[in-house]
């Protein structure tokens, strides 16, 4: 098959003036932005609560923070770490270690408004769609299959965007998203990654965001060893959600939980294991279980409902480039 050309570069957008900066018509805009990002935070935590999912409180410094390698998507410029009490910690880049553990040994359904710090290479702050310092809405829940997880996204994104278009209709409109954001039909569409690459090449992900008009899954990326993938076929049981011309607002997948393999994998990717002591531990002694979950980027989720041109737009204060407030 012959691979897809994109119909544009993608282009390089400026980074979001700090608030001080702003006209008045600027800040009245960026204020609308939060009252969107207050409703959504109040919807979807009241969603998962009334599933059932306990809400956790976010980790910070962590030995045992997501390593962000071998994932072909990370571009992580340096680590923030720290010493406390004689031992190397770092910034939270992801809280998917102690989404694991946590829904294994006490609370089965999880959910954490994690924070993430990522120090990315300067450039991908011009893409847009990065920043270094995010918050995702982590869930996990224990023995729970792929299609729960879709599932459960598609209708709780579908009932967020149902009551936003009945009470925010003034917002909407200001940001002239009233017409325009349309309510998904589910079940939304999947694409496995390796045909997207027969068709788009290495810039799949670009080419998915630009051509889609609903919100899609694609499956079968590889990643980092914590996701669970068959060492028969090859394939990789996990998902990431992407939103059309925005790209992706979800990562998530099923874990791994058994030692072997959890050990195989950090050995063939060549991750320090002392950082994953106790994972390992815990593997070995049978106390991990199967669990799945994922992560949604509230700053992009929110950039994609308010239709703005800069993910950081969507934050007080604009954590992208050198915005550091």
Same mark, same amino acid.
């Given at each position: 098959?012959?691979?897809?050309?994109?119909?544009?570069? @993608?282009?390089?957008?400026?980074? &979001?003036? &700090?608030?001080?900066?702003?006209?008045?018509?600027?800040? /009245? %805009?960026? @204020?609308?932005?939060?009252?969107?990002?207050?409703?959504?935070?109040?919807?979807?935590?009241?969603?998962?609560?009334?599933?059932? #999912?306990?809400?956790?409180?976010? *980790?910070?410094?962590?030995?045992?923070?997501? !390593?962000?390698?071998?994932? &072909?998507?990370?571009?992580? /410029?340096?680590?923030?770490?720290?010493?406390?009490?004689? $031992?190397?910690?770092?910034?939270?880049?992801?809280?998917?270690?102690?989404?694991?553990?946590?829904?294994?040994?006490?609370?089965?359904?999880?959910?954490?408004?994690?924070?993430?710090?990522?120090?990315? $290479?300067?450039?991908?702050?011009?893409?847009? $769609?990065?920043?270094?310092?995010?918050?995702?809405? =982590? #869930? /996990? @829940? %224990?023995?729970?299959?792929?299609?729960?997880?879709?599932?459960? *996204?598609?209708?709780?994104?579908?009932?967020?965007?149902?009551?936003?278009?009945?009470?925010?209709?003034?917002?909407?409109?200001?940001?002239?998203?009233? =017409?325009?954001?349309?309510?998904?039909? %589910?079940?939304?569409?999947?694409?496995?990654?390796?045909?997207? /690459?027969?068709?788009?090449?290495?810039?799949?992900?670009?080419?998915?965001?630009?051509?889609?008009? =609903?919100?899609?899954?694609?499956?079968?990326?590889?990643?980092?060893?914590? =996701?669970?993938?068959? #060492?028969?076929?090859?394939?990789?049981?996990?998902?990431?959600?992407?939103?059309?011309?925005?790209?992706?607002?979800?990562?998530? @997948? $099923?874990?791994?939980?058994?030692?072997?393999?959890? +050990?195989?994998?950090?050995?063939?990717?060549?991750?320090?294991?002392?950082?994953?002591?106790?994972?390992?531990? +815990?593997?070995?002694?049978?106390?991990?279980?199967?669990?799945?979950?994922?992560?949604?980027?509230?700053?992009?989720?929110?950039?994609?409902?308010?239709?703005?041109?800069? *993910?950081?737009?969507?934050?007080?204060? !604009? %954590?992208?480039?050198?915005?550091?407030?």
């Amino acid at each position: 098959m012959e691979t897809k050309t994109l119909s544009k570069a @993608a282009p390089i957008i400026e980074l &979001p003036k &700090p608030l001080e900066q702003l006209s008045e018509g600027e800040v /009245e %805009r960026k @204020a609308c932005i939060g009252r969107l990002m207050t409703y959504t935070l109040n919807n979807l935590t009241s969603q998962f609560v009334e599933k059932d #999912f306990q809400w956790l409180l976010p *980790v910070a410094l962590s030995q045992s923070t997501d !390593p962000l390698w071998p994932d &072909p998507g990370a571009s992580i /410029e340096k680590r923030i770490e720290v010493d406390i009490y004689g $031992k190397t910690v770092r910034t939270t880049a992801s809280m998917i270690i102690h989404k694991l553990i946590a829904s294994s040994l006490a609370y089965p359904k999880l959910f954490i408004l994690s924070p993430n710090i990522r120090i990315e $290479k300067a450039e991908r702050a011009k893409t847009g $769609k990065h920043i270094y310092e995010f918050t995702q809405l =982590d #869930f /996990e @829940a %224990r023995n729970a299959s792929t299609k729960g997880v879709m599932t459960l *996204v598609e209708e709780v994104i579908c009932n967020l965007l149902t009551s936003m278009k009945q009470d925010m209709k003034e917002e909407l409109s200001l940001l002239c998203r009233c =017409d325009t954001l349309e309510l998904p039909k %589910r079940p939304f569409k999947v694409y496995d990654r390796q045909e997207l /690459e027969v068709d788009y090449g290495a810039d799949w992900e670009e080419g998915i965001a630009q051509e889609t008009s =609903d919100p899609v899954w694609v499956t079968n990326i590889p990643r980092e060893f914590y =996701d669970f993938e068959d #060492f028969t076929t090859g394939k990789w049981d996990n998902y990431d959600l992407f939103m059309p011309q925005y790209g992706e607002v979800l990562s998530g @997948a $099923k874990r791994e939980w058994e030692y072997e393999k959890i +050990l195989k994998k950090i050995e063939r990717d060549n991750v320090d294991k002392y950082n994953y002591a106790l994972v390992l531990k +815990l593997a070995k002694e049978e106390k991990l279980k199967p669990t799945a979950g994922g992560g949604i980027g509230m700053e992009r989720l929110v950039g994609w409902i308010s239709g703005v041109e800069h *993910v950081a737009e969507t934050q007080p204060f !604009p %954590r992208a480039g050198n915005s550091a407030r």
